[in-house]
């Protein structure tokens, strides 16, 4: 079974600070992803990555930004927390290789509260 | 570009009774369809995926789902729903032309009612 875990379920910070949110997948896929979850709105995507040290903005990539220096490992990263930035976090990862492996295998979230 | 709507935000039902979610789609080529669950508090959980062949697809936990190209839906049923059922469920569409990333609906939260 594929799994995606995520260093914290929940976490609050104060405003300003540097947050650090990681994603571990074991199942060697090329693709990782990170998206907000926000009542009303589904999912958003902020970043995506589909190779070590690559990456590409999503839908809504201000404020934040992101880092994968391993296949395994995807970072995302709040330079300076807002009130507006809270919000549940989740990380996805995919195989590459066509469109048969479009499907995302999901880590359990983080829900992040910025005061 | 590819989109997707789940007419419903919210579905009320009781134990036991059937239940349909509707999910359309819109996309250029071959779309790959997914329903995903999430419960409370979780990550999301692939409940059943559609790339080609038969247009009714079985998943986990008694849920299946119909493709229909020519009304773009791909809506999700289950016979007779148990209150562990209750949970935000979404669709998604892939892309066949090239696109690995799926674009997901917003969502229909499912209450259950003993």
């Known amino acids: 079974d594929v799994k995606v875990t995520q260093s914290s379920r929940y976490l609050v910070k104060r405003t300003g600070e540097k947050v650090f949110l990681e994603c571990v997948q074991d199942?060697?896929?090329?693709?990782m992803f990170w998206y907000r979850q926000d009542p009303g709105l589904g999912l958003r995507l902020i970043y995506f990555s589909y190779d070590v040290k690559m990456k590409e903005k999503g839908d809504i990539p201000e404020g934040y930004s992101v880092s994968r220096e391993k296949k395994e490992r995807f970072s995302l990263i709040l330079e300076s927390a807002s009130t507006n930035q809270t919000s549940m976090y989740l990380c996805?990862?995919?195989?590459?290789?066509?469109?048969?492996?479009?499907?995302?295998?999901f880590g359990p979230g983080t829900r992040l509260t910025v005061l | 570009a590819q989109s997707v709507t789940q007419p419903d935000i919210h579905i009320t039902v009781s134990e036991g009774a059937s239940l349909e979610l509707r999910c359309n789609y819109s996309y250029g080529a071959t779309p790959y369809l997914f329903w995903y669950v999430q419960s409370p508090g979780q990550g999301l959980q692939l409940l059943l995926k559609?790339?080609?062949?038969?247009?009714l697809v079985q998943g986990i936990k008694g849920f299946e789902a119909e493709f229909k190209r020519s009304q773009s839906s791909f809506n999700l049923r289950k016979p007779s729903v148990h209150w562990s059922d209750a949970a935000e469920y979404f669709c998604a569409v892939g892309g066949s032309g090239g696109s690995y990333i799926p674009t997901f609906g917003r969502g229909t939260s499912l209450i259950v009612h003993p």
């Open positions: 199942m060697d896929h090329e693709n």
């Open positions: 559609y790339f080609s062949g038969d247009t």
């Open positions: 996805a990862s995919s195989l590459s290789g066509g469109t048969m492996y479009n499907e995302q295998f």
